[in-house]
T-cell receptor
Framework: RKEVEQDPGPFNVPEGATVAFNCTYS??????FFWYRQDCRKEPKLLMS???SGNEDGRFTAQLNRASQYISLLIRDSKLSDSATYLC??????????FGPGTRLSVLP | EADIYQTPRYLVIGTGKKITLECSQT?????MYWYQQDPGMELHLIHY???????EKGDLSSESTVSRIRTEHFPLTLESARPSHTSQYLC????????????FGSGTQLSVL
């Protein structure tokens, strides 16, 4: 079993739709959680950190459930420019970052 | 924007050549990493360094080697390139701390003919 797992995707949604991505992690000692965005043939870029209380950045909302070892990302009012692969990343202090396999999103006109 | 730079951006080279992929960061980060990624596939950690003169192999076995003589510089070398080495190589860095985040360079797309 992989240490970080994500919805397999791809997600094909129309513009304006709301889409949610799920991620689970197996290491209960994990301390930091992130969502990265990766465009085709580009480097991953930090989209947002995920905090225990949940956090929002514009159309993006991230939530963390430590008891269930579950992380989510909600995108409201999808734009064409949101099309990318979304990577769930988990980190434990003193260890390396662990990446999920990614979930590909295509927002269609 | 992250201040981490990779050169070259693209490299096409023949089999058997020795190559060095450059990676430098100006953020004073103590940790640096090399990842390998094929199109549409997952990222794989191949090397990492927690500081000067410290290098470790990652989760994916690689024939490449790395060095960390200076904090800001983390080059990756392939002594004899083969077509199986064709891939994207991504360098990243982070600063140890409670708010540690990972930043990536733009990557080097390597094609070995």
């Amino acid at each position: 079993r992989k240490e970080v797992e994500q919805d397999p995707g791809p997600f094909n949604v129309p513009e304006g739709a709301t889409v949610a991505f799920n991620c689970t992690y197996s290491n209960s000692a994990s301390q930091s959680f992130f969502w990265y965005r990766q465009d085709c043939r580009k480097e991953p870029k930090l989209l947002m950190s995920v905090y225990s209380s949940g956090n929002e950045d514009g159309r993006f909302t991230a939530q963390l459930n430590r008891a269930s070892q579950y992380i989510s990302l909600l995108i409201r009012d999808s734009k064409l420019s949101d099309s990318a692969t979304y990577l769930c990343v988990v980190h434990n202090y003193g260890q390396n970052f662990v990446f999920g396999p990614g979930t590909r999103l295509s927002v269609l006109p | 924007e992250a201040d981490i730079y990779q050169t070259p951006r693209y490299l096409v080279i023949g089999t058997g050549k020795k190559i060095t992929l450059e990676c430098s960061q100006t953020m004073g980060h103590d940790k640096m990493y090399w990842y390998q990624q094929d199109p549409g596939m997952e990222l794989h950690l191949i090397h990492y360094s927690y500081g000067v003169n410290s290098t470790e192999k990652g989760d994916l076995s690689s024939e490449s080697t790395v060095s960390r003589i200076r904090t800001e510089h983390f080059p990756l070398t392939l002594e004899s390139a083969r077509p199986s080495h064709t891939s994207q190589y991504l360098c990243a860095s982070s600063l140890t701390g409670t708010n540690e985040k990972l930043f990536f360079g733009s990557g080097t797309q390597l094609s070995v003919l």
